[in-house]
C-alpha cells in the first residue's frame, strides 16, 4: 500500500480516522472576568466516538497586563484534562502546547471544552486588554464524513 493511499485512508476514508483539528481565535474580552480568573466554555464540541490527542495556542498578542496568565483546557469547568493536569503560559507571544491527560482518551459523548486563564491579581487587567490566541484542539475522528 502506497503512503498515498494511506493518507487517503487515514484522512478520508469510509471510517474517517483521520487527525482533525478544531481552530478558534479568542481575545481575553471573550473570556468572562470571575476575579483572578478569565473563564470561557466553547459553543463547538468535540465529536463523540473521537480520540483526543492534545492543544496548541499560538499567541499572537501576549496577556502581559498582569504578572501570570495561565490556562487550562479541561472537559469539565476548572478542570485541566486536555492540558494534561497542567497549564499554557499566554504572557509571553509564542506557541505552547500540551498533550492530553490521558493520550488519546476514547469521547464516547460529544465533550465540551473549558478554558480558564488564571492571573496573579486581577483579571480584568487582562480583559481589559488586547490579549489574543489561536487555540488548536487535535483528536482523531472515528465518525464516518463520506458515503
Not at 27 to 51: H, I, N, R, W, Y
Not at 66 to 71: K, L, Q, V
Not at 125 to 145: A, H, I, R
Request: charged share 20%; hydrophobic share 35%; net charge negative.
Amino acid at each position: 500500500m502506497s503512503s498515498n493511499n494511506v493518507n487517503y485512508e487515514l484522512e478520508r476514508g469510509s471510517v474517517g480516522m483521520g487527525i482533525r483539528c478544531y481552530k478558534t481565535t479568542l481575545k481575553a474580552s471573550d473570556f468572562t472576568d470571575s476575579s483572578t480568573t478569565g473563564k470561557k466554555t466553547l459553543t463547538e464540541v468535540l465529536p463523540a466516538g473521537s480520540f483526543y490527542i492534545g492543544c496548541r495556542a499560538a499567541v499572537s498578542v501576549a496577556f502581559d497586563e498582569d504578572t501570570a496568565a495561565n490556562m487550562t483546557v479541561g472537559k469539565t469547568d476548572g478542570e485541566d484534562e486536555f492540558s494534561d493536569g497542567t497549564s499554557l503560559s499566554l504572557l509571553t507571544v509564542a506557541t505552547v502546547g500540551q498533550e492530553g491527560e490521558a493520550p488519546l482518551e476514547f469521547l464516547a459523548s460529544a465533550t465540551t471544552v473549558y478554558l480558564r486563564i488564571t492571573t496573579s491579581t486581577d483579571y480584568t487587567l487582562c480583559y481589559d486588554s488586547d490579549g489574543e490566541f489561536t487555540l488548536y484542539l487535535y483528536y482523531l475522528s472515528t465518525v464516518p464524513e463520506m458515503g
